[in-house]
């Protein structure tokens, strides 16, 4: 392809390569920290969701995008209670990736989120009023389940836990690190200590760090897991692998008392193996003459015949011949021998049989014909 680039000298943005060849941000997530980099300061008050609307990025593309940027550390979110009980989300917006404790610094650093100050005046306002009818739901209705549950945020005595072996340290931040392939699996510190024995024992059945990271973290359900520290606990539990089997210990058996010594007999030497035996000669069967009719010519008989096979087949259709005419009241009394050799000429024996059919079918149908008066007087 051809490249050609002219650099803006005003109204641009400079972003980073290491945003746009990030492998794991689509084209929509790109242009989302490219637009919102460029932002003036009176408009960064406004929620993402507005700003990918301005660009056309709604509804399935924003909620993957923005589901990226926040996997990846470019988005932070956190809910804190507001005013009159309501929640508030909070949104940290940032051209790099940061970690969870760089958001909280920077919030803390802002202030944003900082509990107000409570009100002077008195919970009690005014007279009591009558009692308000047809509000009050009813008794055996049932209330829609409150799905709502905050993000897990690590607790302000961390540094209170101790500090864990290398191999402890180890499998906490792969529990940890689980929130980057999916963010439901997202642990606190307090409960990735409860599921650090069940790990490390991982580990001693020859498990590796990243093989355990993979297993922990494939073939997730479809829908959100309601309880990562549960459901976790339910998998290394129920997919710990086998044991390692027991090496043979190789300390030296206490030797026994001295007893004498057996004698030694030499070894037989081995017998030698048989020859092969040799394979039998292949099998030909002999020359012998044969006695069919005809001149003498001679084959190799299998199984002690004595005739070749066109003479068997000749003697075959002979007989047939015979038994032929014989059914038809034909009289083809012959010598064998001619028989035979009018066998096998197409117009032997075949022709004659046919022909000798056809006159006793025609003489068959004069004797039936009444004009004739040879049939009457027989008939009569």
Known sequence: MLWHAIAPVRRYTKVSHDVMRHPRLNSDAKVLISYVQGLPEGQVDRALSEHAREVGIKGRRYQTAKEQLVVNGFVHERKVPGA???????????????????????WRDAGVGVD????????????PGPRTVGHQLPVDEELGENSFRPPTQASG???????????????????????????DLRLGVAEA????????????RGVSGAELRQVLSSGLPAGRVRS???????????????????????EPEPAPGPEPAPALEPEPAPEPAPAPAPEP?????????????????????????????????????????????????????????AAVEAGRDPDGWRGRLAAAATARGSACAAASDPASGVGGADRL
Do not use: Y
């Open 281 to 337: 000669p292949p099998v030909v069967a002999p020359l012998v003459t044969c006695q069919g009719p005809g001149t003498e010519h001679v084959f190799r008989s299998f199984g002690g015949a004595t005739e070749c096979s066109d003479c068997q087949q000749a003697a075959a259709w002979a007989r047939w011949a015979e038994r032929r005419a014989a059914d038809l009241g034909i009289d083809l009394a012959e010598d064998a021998a």
């Open 84 to 106: 009159r009980g309501l929640w508030a989300t909070h949104q940290l917006f940032s051209n790099v990736p940061l970690s969870d404790d760089d958001a909280r610094a920077l």
């Open 193 to 204: 200590r409860s599921l650090v024995a069940l790990a490390v024992e991982w580990l001693r």
């Open 157 to 183: 005595d961390e540094g209170a836990l101790g500090v864990l072996p290398a191999e402890e340290a180890q499998v906490e931040r792969v529990l940890l690190s689980l929130r980057e392939c999916r963010r």
């Open 228 to 250: 990562a520290v549960g459901f976790l606990r339910h998998r290394l539990v129920q997919k710990m692998p086998e044991a390692p089997a027991p090496e043979p210990s190789h």
């Open 116 to 127: 107000a100050a409570p009100s002077a005046q008195s919970p009690t306002v005014g007279e």
